[in-house]
């Protein structure tokens, strides 16, 4: 797995505790479009990788004569499918194996189905041994790609998705998260062919980490809950834990709630949830967390990307401070992207669904508001590697992450946040006016017309941060004790 050199001890651990982990890492947000404060759905998510790894932002165009089978350069799974693939939007890494993108992550699709995958989790002993994960299975590696295209809606999104798992197989525990203008859905793979899925409610939200969160099932109610067929007497049958009356909790079946989900998983689970409803008062070490939370007010783009950026700020647990108890918080320095993808209902169809990316860390970068209905990405998305440079997009802001990083919060307060604040702001003056002028367009002049906002937007962004880059270059030249006799 791409992060085996990032998670040594964990892999450790797990092997003394006979604990399958998968790529353990990200972190995920989900907000029903009722307790937004415009009435969109967003799924939101960091994807944690390596410190310096380069991800792109494409856009794959649609065909009505695709590949009818896809072979993972990676580890050889197989799937067929269909001809026709609609246009998708996406952000693999940088490398590629024989020419074929690899962990496509995030993306939307011309029907405006919003899809992230994966947040990482484990599943246990006796589940595993039960129903193996499938070396030759589905990975996060082609996930995006071998779904996204081909569904029209976020339930369709489960059901394709979980039809693969069925017959093809999981090579991991993953959970997936699929999105359209009226629901949200989050699916939990739990083992090689069981999975579940859950509609998030219109008026909660939800903060996942790299565990299994998906409680009781209710799947005589097939509009809030979906699961591979006899998946409750597959846990009765192996008599793993949570079956009770002909129904199951998944997290308690399949998943862990030990040692390590105490420091690495639920206290995040807990800062997300401080953030959004601080009027809950709950103990870090709480031992479950319900799934979803009515937030204290309704949420905005910048409330999530403060959760996405957190580390738990202004408390005891902050890693950039005193960081008692060592937990692993959301924010972390492998974060390579943080993507919020939005379907808006206040705007025609055609220019609804938003794909915000932040390059790097989201702490110290900033997220661009990029339409999805689009025939080309801005340049800078296109190039980097895991050398630095100067002109792809992560890696401008991965240098603004690097340059602060000695002097933790102090450069951040004093330079990053205000410049993030003005960025922030005129991106949101241009999202509104480019929306305006784009509902006097159609056909090919509004597809140019996103295509070109998207490039002028980072270009915009991404000057502001390297003139931010060079002041803070200039600041950290200064942090450097001078012993000179004045008299001298």
């Known amino acids: 797995m791409r992060f085996s050199r990032l998670l040594v001890g964990l892999f450790t651990t797990a092997a003394s505790t006979g604990i399958f982990i998968s790529a353990n890492a990200c972190t995920t947000v989900l907000v029903g479009k009722n307790v937004t404060t415009d009435g969109s759905t ?60 690899q962990f496509g992550e995030d993306g939307i699709n011309q029907s ?44 369709a999104g489960v059901q394709y998705l979980g039809h693969i798992i069925e017959t093809q197989g999981s090579a991991e525990n993953n959970g997936v998260i699929f999105s359209d203008n009226q629901s949200i859905w989050y699916m939990e793979i739990v083992s090689g062919h069981k999975w579940a899925a859950v509609r998030v409610p219109d008026n909660r939200y939800a903060v996942v980490p790299n565990q299994t969160m998906i409680g009781k099932l209710n799947l005589k109610d097939s509009d809030r809950y979906l699961a591979a067929p006899g998946i409750v ?21 399949f998943g862990t709630n030990d040692k390590l989900d105490q420091t690495y998983d639920r206290p995040r689970v807990w800062d997300g949830q401080r953030i959004l409803t601080p009027s ?38 902050d890693s950039n401070g005193r960081w008692v108890g060592g937990f692993r918080p959301i924010n972390v320095p492998t974060d390579v ?20 990316l932040a ?16 025939n080309n990405t801005p340049d800078q998305y296109k190039i980097g590697n895991d050398q630095p440079d100067s002109k792809s997009a992560y890696w401008t802001y991965k240098m603004t992450k690097v340059l602060t990083d000695p002097y933790k919060n102090k450069f951040i307060n004093r330079r990053v946040i205000p410049t993030q604040q003005i960025v922030a702001h005129q991106l949101t003056i241009n999202l509104a006016n480019s929306d305006k002028h784009a509902q006097t367009l159609t056909g090919n002049d509004l597809i140019n017309y996103l295509t070109e906002q998207n490039q002028l937007n980072a270009n915009y962004a991404q000057t502001e941060f390297r003139q931010l880059n060079q002041q803070l270059i200039q600041d950290a030249t200064k942090q450097t004790s001078i012993v000179h006799h004045k008299n001298l």
């Open 359 to 374: 390059m790097a860390s989201p702490a110290t970068s900033a997220y661009i508001p990029f339409y999805t209905n689009i």
């Open 112 to 155: 405006n189905v919003a899809m992230s995958g994966t947040e990482s989790a484990t599943t246990n002993r006796n589940a595993q041994k039960a129903d193996p994960f499938v070396k030759t299975g589905l990975k996060e590696t082609s996930i995006l790609d071998v779904v996204l295209p081909y569904i029209t809606s976020a339930k």
């Open 337 to 356: 992207e943080s993507h919020i993808l939005q379907i808006r209902n206040n705007v025609p169809t055609n220019i609804a669904a938003i794909q915000w």
């Open 42 to 101: 967003m799924i939101a998510r960091n994807e944690d990788v390596d410190t310096s790894w380069a991800k792109h932002f494409i856009v794959h165009p649609a065909t009505d004569s695709g590949p009818t089978q896809y072979v993972s350069k990676d580890n050889h799974f197989t799937v067929n499918l269909p001809a026709k693939a609609q246009r998708y939007t996406s952000t693999p890494d940088w490398q590629q194996i024989d020419g074929q993108n």
């Open 280 to 317: 809950k008062k709950q103990a870090i070490t709480t031992k479950r967390f319900a799934m979803f939370m009515k937030p204290d007010k309704k949420i905005c783009i910048p409330q999530i990307q403060k959760v996405l950026s957190s580390h738990f700020n202004n408390t005891k647990y």
């Open 233 to 253: 007497n597959f846990v009765k049958k192996h008599h793993l834990k949570g079956y009770h009356n002909g129904t199951i909790d998944l997290a308690l079946a």
